[in-house]
């Protein structure tokens, strides 16, 4: 089993969830972040006074997977999360060793 976590911009949320779905994984945790990377935050204008941002709102998504799933969810989120510009995102993938249903005790794979 593989754990995949994706950074991704906040808009990009429901095609994100979109594509995941097509590929039959319905688990994923959701969490509002902030970050920064490449993108350096930006400087906007708040009643003719600029000031500086250096963490950007995003959100990471979760979810634990079958290694037979990783390919395709990496090209799904890639898809789907695209938009060309700088700060679209990134992925992670993380093993898991053990996963535990608490309601069933299901372990592994059939914990998912």
């Not at 500086?52 to 990783?70: C, G």
Request: glycine letters at 8%; aromatic letters at 8%; hydrophobic letters at 40%.
């Amino acid at each position: 089993m593989k754990r995949i976590e994706a950074i991704i911009k906040p808009f990009k949320l429901d095609d994100v969830v979109d594509a995941i779905n097509k590929a039959d994984v319905f688990g994923v945790t959701v969490t509002e972040v902030r970050g920064s990377g490449r993108q350096k935050g930006h400087s906007p204008l708040y009643r003719g006074a600029e000031y500086v941002v250096d963490f950007l709102p995003k959100l990471k998504l979760e979810m634990v997977v079958p290694e037979s799933k990783v390919e395709e969810l990496i090209e799904l989120i890639s898809e789907a999360a695209f938009t060309g510009k700088i700060g679209d995102g990134k992925i992670f993938i993380y093993p898991v060793d053990e996963a535990v249903r608490i309601r069933t005790k299901e372990r592994g794979e059939d914990a998912l």
